[in-house]
C-alpha cells in the first residue's frame, strides 16, 4: 500500500521516505469528516445531519491535520518494517509542508546500532586483578572493632563526661518560642559525638541523671533547615541517666559485644565477608580492564544523537537520585563543562561496551538458562531469613525492571567469562587492603 525509499545520509543514520497513495489518504480524510460530522452542532442543522460540503468549508484544515495524523500513526511501523532498518533511536518524523500534487509523503530520520565486527579476540591482552584476604586484612577488621564496638553501663551519681552516653529530655526555643522539630524524649546522646549542634553536647559535661540544665546555643550558619540557620536558642534539658563506655579487652568479649558466641565465630564471619568482598573485586576490577582492553582495540563511532540521549537520561537518573536523597537540584547545575565532559566520556564508554557485548553475544551464541537465574535468585535471598526465602524469590520475579536488570548482570558476566577464555591474560595479585586503597584514590580523583 506505501512505498518507501531509504537514502543513507550518514555511516548510521538514513532517511526513510514514504509515500501514501492518494486513495488512502482520501479514504481516511473521509473518516475524518464523517467523526467531524457526527460531533458538530452547527445552528440551523440537526446533530450529525451538517451537509458534508458545509464540514468540509468550514473544518477542511482541521480534517487535514486529523488525517496525516492518522496515516502517520497508520503506517509509521510499516515504513520501518519495510526499510529493513533497526532503529537504535526512537526515529524523528517530519512531515514536508509542501506535499505532491497526489498522495501524502513524510520522512523519517532513522538512527541504527552502528556494526561492530570484532578483532580477533587472542591478540587482545588484558590485566587481570587477583585480591586476596590476607591475616593483615582480617586484623585490621578485628582492630577496627575493638575502636569503634563500644556498650554502655548505666552508674548511678556518675558525673558525665567524653565517650559517656546520656539519656535527655529537651525542648527547644527560639525567641523564647518552641519551635518544631525542637523537642526529645528519651534521646540517646553520647558525649563528644558532634551529633548535635555545636555547644550542647559540651553543656552537658558533668552532668548527672536527674540534673535539669539551660543550655544557651547557636545553630551554625550553613545549618540544614534554613529557618533555624544562624539563630540563637535555649534548650531545657533534663538528664535521665548517665552511662560509660565499656570497650572491649579481647576478641572474645568483642565476640559477644557484637553478637557472636566467641571469637572463631566472629572470626569466621569476618573472613566470609572479606572473601566475598576480594571475589568481588577481584571481578570487578578485571572486567573493567578487560572492557577498558576491548574498546582500545575497536575503533566504535558513535552516532551524535545516540550518545546525546544517553547523556540526557543519564543526567536525568543523577537528578532523580539527588531529589531522592532531599538534594536541592540548582538551574543551570549540569551545564559545567566538566560535569558535562565526564557525562559524555561515561556515555560513550557503556554505549560502546553495548555494542561489544552484542557482538560478543552474536558471534559466540551466548545466552543465559532459566536455572541461572534462579539460581542467582538463590544466592540473593540467602542473606535473609530461611523462612523468607521464598517470598523474597516470589516479590522479586513480580518485579519486571529488577529481574531485566538481573537478567542484564548474568548476561554480561557471561559475555565477560567468553572474552576471558579467549584473550591473552596476565593476572596481578594484591591484597584487599592495598585494592580497597586503591579504589579509594580513584574515587578522590573523580571527585
Not at 381 to 398: C, E, H, T
Request: negative net charge; charged residues 30%; hydrophobic residues 40%.
Amino acid at each position: 500500500m506505501i512505498r518507501t525509499e531509504v537514502k543513507k545520509i550518514g555511516d548510521d543514520e538514513h532517511e526513510v521516505h514514504v509515500q501514501v497513495p492518494q486513495a488512502e489518504y482520501d479514504r481516511i480524510y473521509a473518516v475524518q469528516v464523517d467523526k467531524l460530522i457526527s460531533k458538530l452542532k452547527l445552528p440551523g442543522f440537526r446533530p450529525g445531519k451538517t451537509p458534508k460540503g458545509v464540514v468540509e468549508k468550514q473544518f477542511g484544515p482541521q480534517a487535514h491535520e486529523d488525517t496525516i495524523s492518522e496515516l502517520v500513526q497508520t503506517h509509521y511501523a510499516d515504513a520501518i518494517e519495510q526499510s529493513g532498518l533497526i532503529p537504535a533511536l526512537q526515529p524523528h518524523l517530519d512531515v514536508p509542508a509542501v506535499q505532491p500534487d497526489t498522495g501524502f509523503s513524510f520522512t523519517l530520520k532513522v538512527v541504527t546500532w552502528p556494526e561492530v565486527k570484532l578483532k580477533p579476540l587472542n591478540k587482545i591482552s588484558v590485566e587481570t586483578t587477583e585480591v586476596n584476604v590476607t591475616d593483615a586484612d582480617m586484623q585490621s577488621v578485628i582492630d577496627r572493632l575493638m575502636a569503634t564496638q563500644v556498650s554502655y553501663e548505666e552508674e548511678a551519681g556518675r558525673a558525665a563526661e567524653k565517650g559517656d552516653q546520656v539519656s535527655i529530655d529537651f525542648t527547644g526555643f527560639v525567641d523564647n518560642e518552641a519551635f518544631e522539630g525542637g523537642r526529645g524524649e528519651d534521646v540517646k546522646l553520647v558525649i563528644g559525638a558532634g551529633q548535635f549542634i555545636p555547644g550542647f553536647e559540651e553543656g552537658l559535661t558533668g552532668a548527672v541523671a536527674g540534673d535539669e540544665r539551660s543550655l544557651d546555643v547557636n545553630f551554625p550558619e550553613d545549618y540544614q533547615h534554613k529557618p533555624l540557620a544562624g539563630k540563637a536558642a535555649r534548650f531545657e534539658v533534663l538528664v535521665k541517666s548517665v552511662a560509660a563506655s565499656k570497650k572491649a579487652n579481647n576478641e572474645d568479649e568483642l565476640a559477644k559485644l557484637v553478637n557472636f558466641d566467641d571469637a572463631n565465630a566472629l572470626r569466621a564471619d569476618i573472613r566470609s565477608r572479606l572473601e566475598q568482598e576480594a571475589e568481588e573485586g577481584s571481578y570487578n576490577s578485571s572486567r573493567d580492564a578487560l572492557f577498558d582492553a576491548m574498546i582500545a582495540a575497536h575503533d566504535i563511532k558513535l552516532p551524535e544523537a545516540m550518545v546525546q540521549q544517553d547523556m540526557q537520561h543519564s543526567s536525568q537518573r543523577v537528578m532523580k537520585s539527588m531529589q531522592q536523597q532531599g538534594m536541592e537540584v540548582k538551574p543551570g547545575m549540569f551545564d559545567d563543562p566538566a560535569w558535562k565532559e565526564e557525562l559524555r566520556n561515561r556515555s560513550e564508554r557503556a554505549l560502546a561496551i553495548s555494542l561489544l557485548l552484542s557482538a560478543v553475544r552474536e558471534d559466540n551464541n551466548v545466552e543465559i538458562a532459566e536455572a541461572d537465574v534462579e539460581a542467582e535468585l538463590e544466592a540473593q535471598a540467602r542473606q535473609y531469613p530461611a523462612d523468607q526465602l521464598d517470598a523474597f524469590k516470589n516479590w522479586m520475579k513480580s518485579q519486571k525492571e529488577q529481574m531485566a536488570q538481573l537478567r542484564d548482570k548474568l548476561l554480561e558476566k557471561k559475555c565477560v567469562a567468553c572474552i576471558m577464555e579467549q584473550v591473552k591474560t596476565k593476572p596481578v595479585s594484591m591484597s584487599l587492603d592495598a585494592w580497597q586503597a586503591k579504589q579509594d584514590a580513584a574515587l578522590g580523583q573523580d571527585a
